[in-house]
């Protein structure tokens, strides 16, 4: 394995779970962000070094494909590695294997560097970091495309503002807290009976303290979509998959 791939071991505590004993959605992408954290961290380019500049790693896309969820007290790992620069945007491959080395979910995700003061993404010239790549673009996944609200489907509305344990190092609202709306706004029932096999979210506008959003979750059959629906801007937005359990 070269420096440009990274593997962080992982095992399912009492509170990253559900009733089900199954690892929370969020978690899972928790479990993405700290391995890419720690990596990019033995790359030069973490977190202290990043303030340092006065930048940020700014994730602005995250797709997901799950089989299956580790339970509790069982160990997981996830493996990550770099590909190449795109368009001053930074993707990142991940596997998700179980105890047994099996690949049980796989993502990719697709990072800015962010200027800290000016609230701006930056180009790969202006920020001069470059990020070797472990993994040729036909290696990969296909680039996440942009996700967009079904066109169809039942609707149901509800508004969240964001508060502090919403928040994250860069002072607005963490990427993986999307995934805790997203598993609220559906009733806690349906989690006894399916899980999410896909999820594809993208992030288009910074969150900060104390925003309000209107949420809109449409649902059609297996397949759903949610996100704000603000006035003035749109902050994000998931497409998903429910995969129910076979008996």
């Known amino acids: 394995m070269t420096e440009l791939e990274y593997v962080k071991?992982?095992?399912?505590g009492p509170l990253m779970c559900d009733y089900n004993l199954r690892l929370f959605p969020a978690e899972v992408f928790r479990?993405?962000?700290?391995?890419?954290?720690?990596?990019?961290?033995?790359?030069g380019f973490g977190g202290y070094a990043m303030a340092d500049m006065g930048y940020s790693w700014v994730l602005i896309r995250t797709e997901l494909w799950m089989e299956e969820y580790p339970k509790y007290d069982e160990e997981y790992s996830v493996y990550t590695a770099t590909s190449e620069t795109r368009h001053s945007v930074y993707p990142r491959y991940f596997e998700i294997r179980n105890a047994g080395q099996k690949v049980i979910g796989r993502a990719i995700t697709l990072w800015v560097v962010f200027d800290n003061k000016k609230r701006a993404m930056l180009s790969e010239k202006e920020s001069g970091i470059t990020v070797g790549a472990a993994l040729s673009k036909n290696e990969i996944p296909k680039i996440p495309p942009a996700p967009k609200p079904l066109k169809e489907g039942n609707i149901t509305m509800s508004r969240r503002t964001v508060k502090y344990c919403d928040l994250d190092m860069v002072g607005h609202m963490n990427n993986t807290h999307y995934i805790d709306w997203l598993t609220d706004a559906?009733?806690?029932?349906?989690?006894?009976?399916?899980?999410?096999?896909?999820?594809?979210?993208?992030?288009?506008?910074?969150?900060?303290?104390?925003?309000?959003?209107?949420?809109?979750?449409?649902?059609?059959?297996?397949?759903?979509?949610?996100?704000?629906v603000t006035?003035?801007?749109?902050?994000?937005?998931?497409n998903g998959t429910w995969q129910e359990f076979v008996d």
Request: overall charge negative; charged content about 30%.
């Open 9 to 12: 071991k992982f095992k399912v």
């Open 31 to 43: 479990s993405l962000q700290i391995t890419a954290d720690e990596h990019v961290n033995d790359l």
């Open 186 to 228: 559906f009733c806690w029932t349906r989690y006894k009976k399916a899980q999410f096999s896909h999820i594809l979210i993208g992030y288009s506008e910074e969150t900060k303290p104390e925003t309000t959003l209107d949420l809109e979750l449409k649902e059609n059959g297996s397949e759903f979509s949610f996100g704000d």
């Open 231 to 238: 006035e003035g801007e749109q902050h994000f937005i998931i």
